[in-house]
């Protein structure tokens, strides 16, 4: 039997999994690779290109995006697709807005509610290039375009290794800064590095939020708790032979287009 693939890069090779449940997409930086990047966090930049070709592909298939609130939902989410990126990356809304906006898409970004405008500090100990965040009159900018944003803590910290009063302030408290600097209401949070447990869970209920994006890979199931909504990593294609003879078989096997 096939298993579903560890990455989204196209939509062929997730064709077969496809049903009622919901592919809820995970992105982090829509750039090209920077000078300096620590080898595990590779995989969490997806070029413009890349990024362009995956919209475009789902477009043309006849796909539409949902927001995540859609995880509440029982229905059978057939050719829906939703769209997230996570700690709110300058680079999103340079280079994933317009492809997105082009399409009619959309989205929603996590933002670390202290860190606006600075950098990706929680990657300090690493030998990384810094990635400037956007700062609120970005933030702005994003909503204008019809995209949406939740939040992702204060500060980017593991949750888990923090006391209630220290979880639930990071929780309860970046809710209501985003709050209070956009003006609106915000409901939807994601887990930084995917860590969470029973504790940290019970503590986004009691914020408040209505969904929460883990990152446990895999579809949204119906079933699914919504404050645990499992995604998957998009990133570009692999090289390796193997990857290649798969993505060519799966795009035989289904050739999704608009009239599929």
């Known amino acids: ?14 064709a077969p999994f496809l049903g009622e449940d919901l592919p809820v997409l995970m992105y982090h930086k829509i750039s090209e690779l920077p000078p300096l990047v620590h080898p595990p966090l590779r995989g969490l930049y997806v070029s413009p290109k890349v990024f362009r070709k995956q919209v475009n592909e789902l477009s043309s298939a ?33 280079n994933a807005l317009p492809p997105l906006t082009s399409a009619g898409f959309t989205s929603i970004n996590y933002l670390v509610a202290d860190l606006l405008g600075k950098t ?10 810094p990635q400037r965040l956007m700062d609120a009159a970005q ?10 944003i939740g939040a992702h803590t204060l500060t980017h910290p593991k949750l888990t290794q ?18 209070d600097l956009f003006g609106i209401e ?28 883990s ?29 290649l003879l798969r993505a060519w078989r799966a795009r035989l096997a289904y050739p999704f287009s608009k009239h599929a």
Request: charged share 30%; net charge negative.
């Open 1 to 14: 039997m096939p298993t579903l693939p560890k990455f989204y890069s196209s939509l062929p090779e997730i």
């Open 62 to 94: 006849g796909f539409h995006t949902v927001g995540i609130d859609a995880a509440l939902s029982t229905q059978p989410h057939q050719r829906e697709v939703a769209f997230t990126f996570d700690d709110g990356f300058e680079s999103v809304l340079l």
């Open 120 to 129: 990706n500090l929680w990657d300090a100990a690493f030998p990384e290039t």
């Open 139 to 148: 933030v702005r900018d994003w909503l204008a375009a019809g995209q949406k």
């Open 162 to 179: 923090l006391s209630d009063d220290e979880a639930r302030r990071e929780i309860s408290d970046s809710r209501k800064k985003l709050e």
């Open 186 to 213: 915000v409901t939807d949070f994601c887990y930084p590095y995917g860590d969470h447990d029973e504790r940290i869970t019970a503590l986004v209920a009691e914020a408040g939020y209505r969904t929460a994006c």
């Open 215 to 243: 990152m446990k890979h895999g579809l949204h199931r119906v079933e699914d708790q919504p404050l645990r909504i499992r995604r998957m990593l998009a990133r570009h294609a692999s090289r390796s032979p193997r990857a």
